[in-house]
């Protein structure tokens, strides 16, 4: 089974995001949205499909990761969400029980053991 299949997305907490979206876009070149992140676009060579990873600046809200205390987290893209989050239990991994079906694909979190949120994605189909 396929685990972990690309990066989906890197969010870090900041006091003001879009004072800092703009130095992101000034001094690094990036297209940072009005919605506070950039989307990079690319295509790796198992597949004619593009992928996207999303770059994203939100509020520093104590709640945000939680119960991570950490300022970023890492969404990872999945082909089998419920199937992972199974087999990550099974491994006696500290794995949220709530998991989200959106229009935007199915989430998932667990946390790693230094404490850190790790978000799992799996797209759309057609994503």
Known sequence: MKRVTGIGGIFFKAKDPKALGQWYKTHLGMNVESWGGAVFRWADDKSPEEGTTVWN????D??????????????????????????????????????????????????????????????????
Do not use: H
Not at 72 to 85: G, Q, S
Not at 107 to 113: I, N, Y
């Open 62 to 127: 104590p709640s945000q990761f939680s119960p991570s205390k950490s300022s970023f987290m890492i969404n990872y893209r999945v082909d089998d969400l419920e199937t992972l989050v199974a087999v990550l239990k099974d491994e006696g991994c500290d794995v949220d029980d709530k998991v989200e079906d959106t229009e935007f694909g199915k989430f998932g979190w667990v946390m790693d053991p230094e404490g850190n949120r790790l978000e799992l994605w799996q797209p759309p189909s057609g994503d």
């Open 57 to 60: 600046l939100v509020k520093d």
